[in-house]
């Protein structure tokens, strides 16, 4: 805080110094005598006996003369100059309080003509403004600024005081403002001086002064607005003020300071070091002439150390600096005395300057003695003061720098505390408000390293973009915060992988150091940060160029940081970062040689009990590691696991860097067991794995990671016999999958991040399996697929128990849960507003409010969990809770899981009895080619959208179907060994009863292949299952037990929305469209069924997705489509756009029962992401249908009507006649394709096989 401020009060007396007459005798004066005294006293600044003297004089006046006397205004005016006049000398409260008294009592009894009305109130407003700088009472200044408003409207204008009323009511305007804040009172304050200055000739010694305080009032709007017009007049004004000013003039020091702290705002603002330089100099003549005792000297020794502060802060090579602006300043703090309003200035920008000599030296006591006087600064500073919040900045910055070195949770939450006050105490124009936002920013990241909360990192970001957005262009802190922004996006990049966050990283990074110059003391940390920012996304995309940009930034980095410099190992140890990225990319010796080498460096320049030494010691051992791989040198892999102990060791438990030092011990001490086979280095490297795993904290890729490690160390030691390691490996990836697949990350992310982590799921599966535990098998294949889907159910999960025992965190969660359903399905793809001033760098608020709700559920989550008999509240089930009810279940459901190791179907009965299938010839290599085959002879070009022409039975004609080939090895490697163990007889004895229901839930590769169509269809009486089997399908167990709890609801009315699309714009015509519409509205008709049918123009997307919720039966015929690179926007064509599956995922209806989907491509996945079973089918699932007919590729225009009249008489009859397995549906559909299947022929697979039926 730079003390620069001027008034007339500062460095002008009010009149000049007498000596003090004789004491007189009072009572022995007669009326005369006491007149003549005063008005001695009139011209006279007297002292202590003099305001004695005067006060008895006037005392006996008022004996000789009671009441009203014609000059008693102005005896008590002399008697209130008198007072003030000592208060100035010393400092006595008592002496102001009483010379206001006497003000306001002259006013009181002067006549409104009277001379010295206008005078007398310049005099109290003065007074009252010099109180208020003592007490900072707000009732003091607003009465000085009245007086003196009242003084300057009573003066005439050609008065020659009239000048001198105007300044002191300016300046009091500014003193307002400063203390209490106000734009209109500096407004004020600038118009009024000006008026003052115009009075005055050029030439006049007051000129000077007026110009002097003018530049105040516009450095102090500078310092709220940030208008550098204001800046630019207050430097004329004020060189101005000084040509004006004698050199051996009293007030030439006060001016020279004054213009010393124009030009350090300028610098500060625009970064031209000559103006730091002029400042400098300009401060150091301004305190050189002041001597010892000075009441000045205080204040021109804080403002120098501020200077030489701020030039050390922005010069890589200025200790000498820093230590010069110490020691001005412990002389600042040591002059002025305690209860002086300046104290808490000088006090905290001692602590700034001790801050930044600890971080250029790093010796601790700097660091302790900040904190105590930062601390101090804080207490003596008055609430409501002006300068309030940037102490509890200042305070909040060096507290969350001691939590750096010393881990103190107690200085973390401080910092915190602080600086969110100093933010929420100033107003958005407020100039200083990016940086306190920014250092706001900074400390929560900081927690958010420490304690993993996503909600700290979010608010972050969000700070720290209002800092960039508040920060003009051209201000010499926009890099800061820019930089500041990519540091921060790059830890969510870290955390949550989202593209947009890395490549946001590195374009505010890239423009902070563009913006930076060479001598900058910051840019080695630019240019590094832009390194690690273009090394994350090289590692992410691939492209060589961004790996050798980043070498080359942090190479220059290196350069720019002299040896003695702290910063020094971080630059090498970037740098190393890079090469070592290199090196796994390209595998070129010299990349890992030059990482080994300056990861040594930046170990040996950094000492013992840095609290960088051991992630330091992490990164060298890591690197020798990677040496050792390549060269298979012993000697590094003992060096590297010597290096990673000690990091491990030292490092405490709850340390975010821990869990990647012990992954980095335990692959140094599983390869040692590789070479040399002691048993003690494989356990110790399983332990350490698995201590990995279970830490909370860091990346929870970091996590799913250890997972993977431990389980092929158990995997490779299962001689013992014992699958108990392994399985609890295999948990550990079931643990961390809610955080690989995160709620709060976009819908895109989670699929890609779902499609990662399917092996490891059926690998799971298949090591329960193998050791005997088909019940944990079925468990891990629910909890490890259709995650997305199980999120979207999560959001939609009653609350009934929650809601009779805690009903204010029922309604919370009720509510999160709501505003979820219609944000879990955004794009994160950023807007085109952008923020202002960094082209391309744009943001997504309904991304950040997704967000920011994931958190706020997850915290939910977990306060609910915490409680007695909530522990597995929204978790997954354990296998007897899942399954539905006997008397509803209409048969077994199969799950089949297909892994590298062995492939098993799981048939969960209706009892509850789990019976493992062994499916021995089937196997992942062969899973994969069938589907491959399907696609190409389904999906090649031929049938991709409803209403082709094609005819695929003719061009086969003469050949060996494929289609048939494929359907008979599903039978024989799949399904027949299923319908044995399920004793379900063959095609001959379907004559003598029902069918019997199977409820297929495939995996993998399976997902895309028509289990329900398989048979032996070369042979005329080859078996065929939808002879002796009703399939149906389900994306997971617990959206089939949904459905069924649906179902066990009362059945709403039975009312049908129908979409029809015969003219789709951009879309082949689909005529059948209408027909098919037309039959199925009479066909409801005559049964008295309402119906709403929605044709043509009036299927427009916002009409039929506010319908779809309001009836329990949706009948949409139309294109459908899936989207590869987008699963989210796989859609229904409808005439004025698409209807999309974010769309869906949106749509909310309680009442939902059937959907038939009379489009192509409505069931068919995404074979990159098979277990999430992203497709419209499951999506209509999801938002509460309990059946829904899809197709798995296009269907025929004219081939929809028929399966339609059929599939819906069968189910109204069935309706009828209440014979339901449940819905009806699977029954429905099963007899309209065999309708189709007799009109279009068993073995045009192409037209009957595609339609299938989803749910109960």
Excluded at 312 to 317: F, W, Y
């Amino acid at each position: 805080m730079d003390a620069n401020k001027s008034s007339l009060a500062t460095y002008f007396e009010r009149s000049p110094a007498f000596s003090p007459r004789p004491a007189y005798d009072c009572a022995q004066l007669t009326s005369e005598d006491c007149a003549r005294l005063v008005g001695i006293r009139e011209r006279q600044l007297v002292g202590q006996d003099d305001v004695e003297d005067v006060r008895a004089a006037v005392g006996r006046v008022e004996e000789l003369y009671p009441g009203r006397h014609p000059h008693r205004a102005s005896w008590l005016k002399r008697l209130g100059d008198a007072l003030y006049g000592r208060y100035g000398r010393r400092r006595d409260l008592l002496d102001i309080d009483d010379a206001i008294w006497a003000y306001r009592c002259a006013i009181g009894i002067a006549s409104p003509n009277h001379p010295e009305l206008p005078t007398l109130h310049n005099d109290l407003g003065v007074s009252l403004r010099d109180r208020f700088e003592r007490l900072q009472e707000p009732d003091d200044i607003d009465d000085a600024i009245s007086a003196l408003r009242r003084a300057s409207d009573l003066i005439p204008h050609d008065h020659p005081h009239k000048s001198s009323f105007l300044n002191n009511l300016g300046s009091s305007l500014c003193d307002r403002f400063e203390r209490l804040g106000g734009l209109t009172h500096i407004d004020e304050s600038i118009l009024v001086l000006r008026r003052a200055i115009a009075l005055v000739p050029d030439g006049f010694p007051s000129k000077a002064t007026l110009l002097t305080n003018l530049a105040n009032s516009l450095g102090t709007r500078f310092r709220r607005r940030g208008e550098l017009s204001d800046l630019e007049n207050a430097l004329s004004a004020q060189r101005y003020a000084l040509t004006l000013t004698l050199d051996d003039h009293p007030d030439k020091p006060g001016r020279l300071d004054i213009l010393g702290g124009i030009l350090q705002s300028r610098f500060e603002r625009l970064g031209q070091r000559c103006d730091i330089d002029e400042a400098i100099t300009l401060r150091r003549r301004a305190v050189a002439p002041i001597p010892d005792g000075h009441p000045q000297k205080a204040t021109f020794l804080n403002n120098l150390g501020s200077s030489l502060y701020v030039h050390c802060r922005s010069t890589v090579d200025a200790l000498s600096d820093i230590d010069g602006a110490i020691s001005s300043q412990r002389q600042a703090v040591a002059l002025t005395p305690e209860g002086h309003p300046s104290k808490p200035g000088y006090l905290t920008n001692l602590g700034n300057m001790l801050s930044l000599r600890f971080e250029r030296l790093q010796e601790l006591k700097d660091l302790e003695e900040s904190c105590l006087v930062q601390r101090r600064a804080v207490e003596l500073i008055p609430d409501g003061h002006p300068e309030k919040p940037a102490m509890l900045n200042n305070l909040g910055r060096v507290l969350s720098r001691r939590f750096g070195w010393l881990g103190q949770v107690c200085d973390i939450e401080g910092s915190i505390l602080a600086q969110r006050r100093a933010v929420d105490l100033v107003p958005d124009e407020y100039s200083g408000k990016p940086l306190y936002l920014s250092n706001l920013a900074d400390v929560l990241r900081s927690h958010f390293f420490r304690f993993g909360e996503l909600r700290s990192l979010e608010e972050a970001i969000s700070a720290q973009r209002c800092a960039v957005e508040l920060t003009p262009d051209g201000h010499q802190e926009k890099p800061d915060h820019l930089h500041a922004l990519g540091n921060i996006m790059r830890t969510r990049f870290y955390q949550l992988r989202e593209l947009r966050d890395i490549e946001d990283a590195t374009l505010v990074q890239r423009l902070a150091v563009e913006l930076t110059h060479d001598e900058h003391t910051s840019k080695p940390c630019r240019l590094n940060d832009l390194g690690t920012s273009l090394l994350h996304y090289f590692e992410l995309c691939g492209m060589s160029s961004d790996i050798e940009e980043a070498i080359l930034v942090q190479r220059r980095a290196v350069e720019l940081t002299s040896d003695g410099d702290t910063y020094k190992p971080v630059a090498l140890g970037c740098l190393a970062d890079s090469f070592h990225g290199h090196f796994y990319r390209f595998g070129e010796l010299h990349s890992i040689e030059e990482a080994t080498s300056l990861y040594r460096r930046a170990a040996d320049l950094t000492p013992d009990g840095h609290p960088h030494r051991l992630a330091r010691l992490h990164n060298l051992g890591s690197a020798l590691f990677t040496r050792f791989e390549h060269l298979g040198e012993l000697k590094d892999l003992e060096e590297s696991i010597t290096s990673l102990q000690l990091a491990v060791v030292s490092l405490p438990d709850g340390h975010p860097e821990k869990p990647k030092c012990q992954i980095s011990l335990a692959l140094s001490l599983r390869a040692r067991f590789q070479r040399q086979r002691n048993i003690n280095d494989f356990h110790a490297a399983v332990s350490q794995f698995t201590e990995s795993t279970l830490r909370p904290l860091g990346a929870p890729s970091i996590r799913l990671f250890s997972a993977k490690c431990c389980i092929a160390m158990a995997s490779s030691n299962l001689a013992s016999g014992s699958f108990e390691p392994l399985l609890a490996a295999h948990s550990r990836i079931f643990d961390v999958l809610p955080e690989i697949v995160w709620l709060g990350s976009s819908i895109d992310r989670r699929y890609e991040e779902s499609a990662q982590v399917g092996e490891l799921v059926h690998a799971a599966v298949a090591a329960a399996i193998s050791a005997g535990s088909p019940v944990q098998a079925i468990e891990w294949l629910e909890a490890g697929r259709s995650l997305i889907w199980s999120q979207v159910l999560s959001l939609r999960t009653p609350l009934d128990d929650l809601q009779g025992s805690h009903p204010k965190l029922a309604e919370s969660l009720h509510e999160i849960q709501t505003r979820l359903q219609l944000s879990a399905h955004i794009t994160f793809a950023a807007n085109p507003k952008s923020l202002r001033e960094v082209p391309g760098l744009a943001t997504n608020a309904a991304a950040d409010r997704h967000r920011e709700l994931a958190i706020e559920f997850d915290s939910l989550l977990n306060q609910i969990r915490s409680l007695p008999g909530f522990k597995g509240f929204l978790r997954p089930k354990r296998l007897d809770t899942l399954i539905p009810s006997t008397q509803v279940m209409g048969g077994p459901i199969v799950f089949i899981n297909v892994d590298k190791t062995r492939c098993d179907a799981l048939l969960l009965s209706p009892s509850g009895e789990v019976t493992v299938v062994p499916l021995s010839d089937l196997s992942y290599e062969r899973a994969v080619e069938l589907r491959h085959l399907w696609i190409i002879h389904t999906t090649g070009g031929k049938v991709r959208s409803r209403g082709s022409s094609v005819s695929w039975a003719n061009e086969r004609g003469g050949r060996i179907d494929p289609l048939m080939c494929i359907l008979g090895h599903l039978w024989n490697w799949i399904v027949s060994p299923v319908l044995n163990a399920l004793h379900i007889g063959a095609a001959s004895e379907a004559g003598r009863h029902p069918p019997s229901h199977i409820t297929w839930c495939p995996t993998g590769a399976l997902m895309q292949l028509p289990l329900h169509a398989a048979g032996v269809y070369a042979e005329p009486d080859g078996p065929r299952l939808y002879q002796t089997v009703v399939s149906s399908y389900i994306p997971s167990l617990t959206a089939l037990v949904r459905c069924y709890q649906k179902a066990s609801e009362p059945h709403s009315k039975r009312e049908v929305l129908i979409v029809t699309q015969p003219a789709t714009p951009n879309h082949s015509p689909l005529p059948g469209t209408l027909y098919e519409g037309w039959r199925l509205k009479a066909s409801l008709g005559a049964l008295q069924i309402a119906n709403k049918w929605l044709n043509n123009d009036a299927a427009t997307v916002k009409e039929v997705r506010s319908s779809m919720s309001r009836y329990p039966w949706v009948h949409l015929a139309c294109h459908g489509f899936q989207n590869r690179d987008d699963l989210t926007k796989s859609a229904f064509e409808l005439f004025d756009g698409s209807l999309t599956l974010s769309d869906i995922m949106g749509t909310t209806g309680e009442s939902n029962e059937l959907a038939f989907l009379s489009a192509c491509q409505t069931a068919v996945g995404d074979e990159k992401t098979p277990e999430e079973s992203a497709h419209l089918a499951a999506g209509m699932l999801s938002v509460g249908f309990k059946a829904v007919v899809a197709t798995m590729w296009s269907i025929q225009d004219a081939d929809a009507p028929l399966v339609v009249d059929v599939f819906y008489k069968k189910l109204l009859a069935l309706h009828e006649f209440g014979n339901l397995g449940v819905t009806g549906a699977a029954d429905a559909l099963h007899e309209a394709t065999r309708a189709l299947r007799d009109e279009a022929g068993e073995t045009d697979f192409i037209r009957w096989v595609p339609f299938v039926h989803f749910g109960i």
